[in-house]
């Protein structure tokens, strides 16, 4: 079985570090001031309205690292489980 664990705070921050971004830059696409930015990279988990602004001012599908967890079959729904 592959990984089964996102730490989205931290995904977010190793992005931004890629992109070479500024905390400041991030915070101003958000509209928030940076020690909201810093209180993102320590979650584990985030609301979908926040992971999808980000994902936005990142230019990066962030939902994509889940849906990459998915172990989706052609199962019978009836007999899955």
Known sequence: MGKTYINIGSEIHNELLRQ???VLWLSQQLGC???NI???FSRESI???LLIK???A???DFFAL???LL???DQDPATAG
């Open 47 to 49: 609301s979908t309205d």
């Open 66 to 68: 889940y849906s990459a």
């Open 38 to 40: 810093y209180n993102i």
């Open 54 to 56: 980000i994902s936005i």
């Open 20 to 22: 070479g971004h500024s």
């Open 58 to 60: 990142l230019k990066k």
């Open 33 to 35: 001031n940076r020690t």
């Open 71 to 73: 172990d989706i079959t």
